[in-house]
Nanobody, 121 residues
């Protein structure tokens, strides 16, 4: 599976961004797609996931109510709509594909290249 992430950028506090992750090389019907993020000097943290087969979603508490993960089946693409952004959301955001529901980065074998989100105050 090849993943191409895009949509990052510079945004002010309270603003919005939408990240995209396009998958190729395999159909995703049996996979889980997830977003992780890594702030400077920190580890890679779980943000949200979506199970492709039934659309089940899960969010980290830090983004619940502000971020929404969704998919476009025809485009084999998953999105992360980020609203009410805060300075602590600043990080490189990575999309990943795995075989089962979990929030541990090392359990995901396929990764996109990352896209930088900077929230300025």
């Amino acid at each position: 599976v090849q993943l191409q992430a895009s949509g990052g950028g510079l945004v002010q506090v309270g603003g919005s961004l939408r990240l995209s992750c396009a998958a190729s090389g395999r159909t995703l019907s049996n996979y889980v797609m997830a977003w992780f993020r890594q702030a400077p000097g920190k580890g890679r943290d779980f943000v949200a996931l979506l199970r492709w087969s039934d659309g089940y979603t899960l969010y980290d508490d830090s983004v619940k109510g502000r971020f929404t993960i969704s998919r476009d089946n025809a485009k084999n693409t998953v999105y992360l709509q980020m609203n009410s952004l805060k300075p602590e959301d600043t990080a490189i955001y990575y999309c990943a594909v795995g075989y089962y529901l979990n929030m541990i980065a090392t359990n995901y074998p396929y990764w996109g290249q990352g896209t930088l989100v900077t929230v300025s105050s």
